[in-house]
């Protein structure tokens, strides 16, 4: 049994934490605001897309993202920063932008994604969650160019569960893309994909912890560092004093990347900053039940319990967390477009956050350069996803044991 402390009170944080006390281990939480899930965990789109993991980093991205840039409501926006960290993450990004590189990627984060999909069945069963919103209504993910739609139905090979359904078998699937319709060219259905409230899973998860005999308390204050004792770590610097360990579990998100760096650790992370609006569903509403995506406007729809989310967005602006409204209104014409009688888009709550990638869409996992500190970073938009796998393969390489599924790929690599 090891005395651990996790840094970080999100989905990716909360569930190693759940994973190391029931391998056997002790645990502190450690999270600097004073509510867990307020980072990036907050509003997430709330999809749980296990076959739906491509990153971004692919083969003609850089030319659609030119075109991206020279529309005001395009789905990525970027401002120049005097900042090495992000033109040595976009150096990076646009190296990886080969198909090769996508489709090897693409089928590690598939691995991923079907064995997280499996821990977080384990994880709602072992933690009895509740009241989180869960459902599996399939995730559709539509077209609106016929060209990109015909590509992509052309690659389908019948082995997997997807199905290409042209525009009215779109609307006979989900009746709520009627009015909206006109616009599409078709859509890619995968059966058995989930929705469900990250921040709702996130505070029942916390509740859990706080109940296990184990967790030994949730500190609401910021790690400043770490103490290192003959080249290991062996605790973590507060506000609030000293917290001994021995072992430390970075899961951070963005924040990571500065505790790691004092060590000498260069973590490759850069904030994809997104928006989402959570509408509330009325009973004249017309919402859809399946998760949708827009692939050409990178916009998700997704009904949790009562309310619609719309999530969408990646803005390369660096650690700016500040509601740009342009963002909103081009959120609301899009949802009022596509589903214009989904919900009361005047009540929508905004949200904004910044979710930590890294150059190539996998996140980073296992033990760090120096002894004694684990990371668990870097999932950007899919950390909702991922989260689950994650601290499952955490938990096991802490305790010793061999991770449960090849880590090619999703380590630290050297600069």
């Not at 296990?50 to 409501?73: C, F, H, I, T």
């Not at 821990?119 to 989180?132: E, S, V």
């Not at 409230?197 to 910021?222: I, W």
């Not at 992370?269 to 050409?296: C, M, Q």
Request: positive net charge.
């Amino acid at each position: 049994m090891q005395q651990l402390v996790v840094i970080g009170g999100g989905v990716v944080g909360l569930s190693t934490a759940w994973n190391l006390l029931e391998a056997g281990h002790r645990v502190r939480l450690l999270e600097r605001q004073p509510e867990l899930a307020a980072g990036a965990s907050h509003a997430n789109g709330g999809q749980l897309s296990y076959r739906y993991v491509s990153p971004l980093a692919d083969q003609g991205v850089p030319l659609k993202a030119l075109r991206w840039l020279m529309d005001p409501e395009g789905p990525l926006h970027f401002r120049p920063e005097a900042r090495w960290a992000q033109w040595s993450w976009l150096a990076q990004f646009l190296w990886r932008c080969r198909g090769s590189v996508n489709r090897a990627t693409t089928e590690r984060l598939l691995a991923l994604g079907a064995f997280s999909q499996r821990a977080f069945a384990d994880l709602a069963l072992q933690a009895d969650l509740q009241d989180i919103q869960l459902r599996s209504p399939g995730k559709l993910v539509v077209y609106r160019r016929p060209e990109e739609f015909r590509q992509v139905q052309a690659r389908l090979n019948g082995a997997g569960p997807e199905q290409a359904l042209d525009r009215a078998a779109c609307v006979a699937l989900e009746p709520a893309l009627a009015e909206g319709a006109s616009q599409l060219a078709g859509g890619i259905f995968t059966p058995g994909e989930a929705v469900a409230d990250c921040q709702r899973l996130c505070l029942a998860l916390g509740e859990r912890l706080r109940a296990h005999p184990r967790f030994e308390g949730q500190l609401n204050t910021a790690a400043t560092g770490f103490v290192l004792n003959q080249g290991r770590v062996r605790g973590v610097r507060t506000a609030a004093g000293v917290l001994d360990a021995d072992g430390v579990v970075l899961a951070a998100g963005l924040q990571s990347r500065a505790l790691a760096a004092p060590l000498g650790i260069r973590l490759p992370l850069y904030p994809l900053k997104g928006y989402s609006l959570t509408a509330p569903i009325a009973p004249e509403h017309r919402a859809p039940e399946v998760s949708v995506t827009d692939f050409e406007r990178k916009t998700l729809y997704a009904r949790i319990g009562q309310e619609l989310r719309v999530a969408a967005m990646v803005d390369l602006v660096g650690e700016d967390e500040h509601i740009d409204p342009r963002r909103l209104q081009a959120l609301q014409r899009h949802v009022r477009e596509l589903f214009p009688q989904a919900a009361d888009y005047s009540r929508a709550r905004p949200w904004t956050g910044l979710r930590p990638a890294t150059p190539g869409g996998a996140p980073i996992l296992g033990a760090s350069p120096v002894p004694g500190l684990w990371l668990n970073v870097g999932h950007g938009a899919l950390g909702f996803t991922f989260a689950f796998a994650s601290a499952r393969i955490l938990a096991e390489l802490v305790s010793g044991r061999s991770s449960p599924l090849p880590l090619d790929g999703l380590t630290l690599q050297a600069a």
